[in-house]
Structures are given as structure tokens and as C-alpha cells.
């Protein structure tokens, strides 16, 4: 089994940024599986979507964060990072990792609430 728990929301001004992070714990085994590490969000009412997503190093971003947000691993990959810069009050959401692996299994964290607000 593997557990994600995400850090570093907040509250925060436009045009300020953030570090959310993602820590992988449990099975070496699942985790070293995952092959697919995604941020995804979800604000009041909407529904969850991708906002980056990192795949054997190769970074796909969401049009509406490209330029300001940025995905990257560490800690012998089992910390995922999303370095989020030039926030806007539409960023305020709920921020979740997910992992997936090549047997189609995907792992969720809590999520993490990011508010942009001045």
C-alpha cells in the first residue's frame, strides 16, 4: 500500500507563491510502480481536474497554469513537488496528488487547500 500526504497550502495574495509537496510513504515495491505522479485541484463546485503530471521525467501542464506552475521529483522520487508562482484567485482550490501505477492502480492524497485571496 502506498499513502500520499500533501503539505505547503495555504493562504496567500495574488501574485505570491507556493511549494505544495507530496510525500510517498509505505510499499518500496508500489511506489517505485508508480509511474505517474499528477497534481490535480478542485474549487467549490467544480470538478477535479489535472493541473501538471510528470511521466519518467517528461512534465505535461495544463494550459491555464504553463508558465507559472512547475512539477519535479525528489527524495529518490517519492516527493513530488508543484512550485506554484503568479497565483491568481482562481487558483484557490483544493490541491491532491494522485500516483499511478502500470497496473492501472491509482493512490490519492488528502489534498491540501490553496486561497489566494487579498
Known amino acids: 500500500q502506498v499513502q500520499l500526504v500533501e503539505s505547503g497550502g495555504g493562504l496567500v495574495q495574488p501574485g505570491e507563491s507556493l511549494r505544495l509537496s507530496c510525500a510517498a510513504s509505505g510499499s518500496s515495491f508500489s511506489i517505485s510502480n508508480i509511474y505517474v505522479w499528477g497534481w490535480y485541484r478542485q474549487a467549490p463546485g467544480e470538478q477535479r481536474e489535472l493541473v501538471a503530471s510528470?511521466?519518467?521525467?517528461?512534465?505535461n501542464y495544463a494550459q491555464f497554469v504553463k508558465g507559472r506552475f512547475s512539477i519535479s521529483r525528489a527524495n529518490a522520487g517519492k516527493t513530488v513537488y508543484l512550485q506554484m508562482n503568479s497565483l491568481n484567485p482562481e487558483d484557490t482550490a483544493i490541491y491532491y496528488c494522485?500516483?499511478?501505477?502500470?497496473?492501472?492502480?491509482?493512490?490519492w492524497g488528502q489534498g491540501t487547500q490553496v486561497t489566494v485571496s487579498s
Open positions: 510528470i511521466t519518467r521525467g517528461v512534465t
Open positions: 494522485k500516483g499511478s501505477t502500470y497496473a492501472s492502480r491509482d493512490y
